[in-house]
Nanobody, 113 residues
Framework: QVQLMESGGGLVQPGGSLRLSCAAS?????MGWYRQAPGKQRELAAT???????VYADSVKGRFTISRDIGKNTVWLQMSSLKPEDTAVYYC??????????WGQGTQVTVSS
């Protein structure tokens, strides 16, 4: 079983930056971040594959950057120009593409002045 350990959440002012980290206990084909605000559906923020292909939600494109270290089984989400609308619990996700999917415990990101 693959376990995901997240870190980096916190409180940041609008326009500020924050970096989330997620370390997996093993190699996963696709890793990424989903976010969920109170009363809202969980939505994709960004994903990255072992090949380096990335997908971003339109709402974060140009502001967020996802990257990974294959050897360390670690993925980062660099968030810049943060907006209050980015406030949510961010969940690390791992997807093997064959029915196996893993989730982290979530880390709170709050953007407020």
């Amino acid at each position: 079983q693959v376990q995901l350990m997240e870190s980096g959440g916190g409180l940041v002012q609008p326009g500020g930056s924050l970096r989330l980290s997620c370390a997996a206990s093993g190699s996963v084909y696709k890793m990424g971040w989903y976010r969920q605000a109170p009363g809202k559906q969980r939505e994709l923020a960004a994903t990255i594959t072992l090949f380096g292909g990335t997908v971003y939600a339109d709402s974060v494109k140009g502001r967020f950057t996802i990257s990974r270290d294959i050897g360390k089984n670690t993925v980062w989400l660099q968030m810049s120009s943060l907006k209050p609308e980015d406030t949510a619990v961010y969940y690390c996700n791992g997807d093997e593409g064959g029915g196996a999917e893993y989730w982290g415990q979530g880390t709170q990101v709050t953007v407020s002045s």
